[in-house]
């Protein structure tokens, strides 16, 4: 018998189970956010070109399983897929493809069999391959890419190190770990080319790139954090003034930390109706104002929700009230930054209109004690006596300063176990 005809016919169903076996697989969390044909990919590639291995009347395309599998590869390295994710994948697939011709198998001789099962195994295990060579070749040049960045950004702070040693000894404590693991790492790579020699264990190899470039990507934050706050130290940020869209500055920030607040099951709500369509400030500070109080409130947040509320302000402190969380009962005060006290420290200027941005959060609060250092640089709020690992105590160091820049005001008011409430406060039109 010639099974290729019987794989032919089934390879709609068997790319339908399979994409159903991805979705419902807990081991494949990369797969959650994909579409239809982005989980799809080149599959029905490998599978077209099975059938002509598996023929005994066509010409063996081989080539097309190398290179749909090699596309394969590449792509998921860009999808953010881990090994071990496209290890299964394939695992699937090979479960899939013989659960979906079994009966047709069992018609045919025991020579037939064999040698159709072995030609799909060999045929899978090549399609693994190819993927595997161009996930790792994918990461490499990722790391590529990476370790020209961390070289520039090494100069640049350098340079700024020189210039001002303020913050030196905290700076090399926070990249002391990460910045030996990449150097360990690295060394193990280079040994590994010098000796040029075949390593069958390729999941390791891959275990070793994977925590390369997390670590890079950690040190690289940190120092693109440090980079900012020494620029703002140093009087080095200049603005690009020009209208603002608030709205739509609120909903891109909102759609790029989305993937991040889907996977802790947070929603962010936004309400900007009585927001003015336009202001007169920098966008690209305001924009990264938001980002750092947006994904702030994720980090310190496992349930319930982010809100990002604004409207206009007038000179009245009691303005502010509208915008605080609804479950939080306040009179005529308002706790802020740098105070340990609940009355208003600077009365807005009267002859100009403001606009409140605030950013809120169900997650852990912030303790009456760690208000007043919040906006402190290094300075991070603990959760059960241990630090979160992506935080590296600038981003509301940098918030606090651009807000200053923008001619702003940012205040706090939080509670432990309930939530906090940071609350932007801008000039309508930002003059220099």
């Keep these: 018998m010639d099974f290729s005809q019987t794989l032919a016919e089934k390879t709609d169903t068997i790319l339908n189970k399979w994409i159903a076996a991805v979705r419902l697989d807990r081991r494949i969390e990369s797969a959650d956010d994909l579409s239809y044909s982005a989980i799809r990919n080149h599959i029905p590639d490998v599978l077209k070109a099975m059938v002509t291995v598996l023929s005994k009347s066509q010409d063996n395309d081989i080539q097309s399983i190398v290179t749909a599998s090699f596309q394969h590869g590449a792509i998921r390295a860009e999808q953010g897929y881990d090994p071990a994710e496209i290890a299964r994948e394939y695992h699937l697939l090979r479960m899939v493809i013989f659960d979906t011709i079994q009966a047709d198998l069992l018609v045919g001789t025991p020579l037939e069999i064999i040698r159709s099962m072995r030609l799909i195994d060999a045929i899978v295990d090549e399609a ?46 926070e990249l002391k770990h990460p910045l030996t693991s990449i150097i360990g790492y690295s060394d193990l790579f280079l040994r590994q080319e010098r000796r040029k020699t075949e390593t069958k264990d390729n999941y390791a190899n891959l275990e070793h790139i994977e925590r390369v470039l997390r670590n890079g990507r950690q040190l690289l934050h940190l120092i693109n954090n440090v980079l900012e706050l020494s620029r703002y130290n140093a009087g080095q940020i200049k603005f690009q003034l020009a209208p603002t869209n608030v709205p739509e500055i609120i909903n891109s920030v909102r759609e790029m930390l989305a993937p991040l607040a889907i996977g802790k099951n947070l929603q962010i709500m936004v309400d900007c109706d009585r927001a003015p369509e336009e202001i007169f400030t920098d966008s690209f500070l305001l924009q990264q104002i938001l980002t750092n109080l947006v994904s702030n409130a994720i980090r310190y947040t496992e349930k319930g929700s982010i809100s990002i509320v604004c409207h206009l302000l007038d000179s009245d402190t009691k303005a502010i009230m509208p915008i605080l969380p609804r479950n939080v009962l306040l009179e005529n005060s308002f706790p802020v930054l740098g105070e340990n006290k609940t009355t208003f420290p600077e009365k807005l200027s009267d002859n100009k209109a403001y606009l409140a941005i605030a950013v809120s959060d169900t997650g852990i609060g912030i303790a009456p004690e760690n208000q007043t250092q919040i906006f402190e640089p290094y300075f991070r709020v603990s959760t059960n006596k241990s630090y979160l690992p992506d935080s590296t105590g600038l981003g509301l160091a940098i918030v606090s300063r651009l807000v200053q820049l923008l001619q702003g005001q940012i205040h706090l008011f939080s509670q432990l176990g309930v939530g906090s409430t940071f609350t932007v406060i801008l000039p309508l039109k930002l003059e220099i």
């Design 128 to 173: 693994i391959t190819r993927c595997f060579k161009s996930y790792v070749e994918e990461r490499l040049r990722e790391l590529q890419y990476l370790h020209e960045s961390l070289t520039l950004h090494n100069e640049e702070l350098t340079r700024l190190i020189n210039a001002n040693q303020e913050y030196v000894s905290q700076l090399a404590h």
